[in-house]
T-cell receptor
Framework: GNSVTQMEGPVTLSEEAFLTINCTYT??????LFWYVQYPGEGLQLLLK?????DKGSNKGFEATYRKETTSFHLEKGSVQVSDSAVYFC????????????FGKGTKLSVIP | EAGVVQSPRYKIIEKKQPVAFWCNPI?????LYWYRQNLGQGPELLIR????????DSQLPKDRFSAERLKGVDSTLKIQPAELGDSAVYLC?????????????FGPGTRLTVL
């Protein structure tokens, strides 16, 4: 079945540093790909998505490009802020009908002033 | 637009006790999901509803877990009896139909601690 492998954390960066969180996937066909973010004490929120190869999803300064050649969907941000401290999950549809989301294990990001 | 509502936010019980979690999805969302998130892991699907029908419960431990969505809106997930290994965050999510059926909206979760 479909699966994702996500860079393990935790990741600690200084404010304004460049962020990359790696995500690679295994899938049948070309499913949509997602990044979710979970702030402390909250549920998951959709951060961005890409629905086909070469699509770039972007939101709140974060970007990720759907690359079928390398089966990757790495999350990037040019200048992180303290408020970006959270756990980030890569995900893709799986299961019968692709209604289920399969998540990576999550990468905890801590940004220090 | 109100988001997915869950209650309670936290629950502490002793093992062998029953517990129930409640979820109210986003208005108009026919699909409802229950996920379990163990510490340091991503969420894993327990059950999916389309309206009031449980269309995928293959990963629900049916010996102790049950769920219902009687009128196709609110849902309840129950564990009876709870075990120490059930300690986790239980997340409810919902999604609409059409082209955005994969976009799931999550509630804040219920953090269960079994002592």
């Amino acid at each position: 079945g479909n699966s994702v492998t996500q860079m393990e954390g935790p990741v600690t960066l200084s404010e304004e540093a460049f962020l990359t969180i790696n995500c690679t996937y295994t899938a049948t066909g070309y499913p949509s790909l997602f990044w979710y973010v979970q702030y402390p004490g909250e549920g998951l929120q959709l951060l961005l998505k890409a629905t086909k190869a070469d699509d770039k999803g972007s939101n709140k300064g974060f970007e990720a490009t759907y690359r079928k050649e390398t089966t990757s969907f790495h999350l990037e941000k040019g200048s992180v802020q303290v408020s970006d401290s959270a756990v980030y999950f890569c995900a893709l549809p799986s299961g019968a009908g692709s209604y289920q989301l399969t998540f990576g294990k999550g990468t905890k990001l801590s940004v220090i002033p | 637009e109100a988001g997915v509502v869950q209650s309670p936010r936290y629950k502490i019980i002793e093992k062998k006790q029953p517990v129930a979690f409640w979820c109210n999805p986003i208005s108009g969302h026919n699909t409802l999901y229950w996920y379990r998130q163990n510490l340091g892991q991503g969420p894993e699907l327990l059950i999916r509803y389309e309206n009031e029908e449980a269309v995928d419960d293959s990963q629900l431990p049916k010996d102790r877990f049950s769920a219902e969505r009687l009128k196709g809106v609110d849902s309840t997930l129950k564990i009876q009896p709870a075990e120490l290994g059930d300690s986790a965050v239980y997340l409810c999510a919902s999604s609409g139909g059409g082209q955005r059926y994969n976009e799931q909206f999550f509630g804040p979760g219920t953090r269960l601690t079994v002592l």
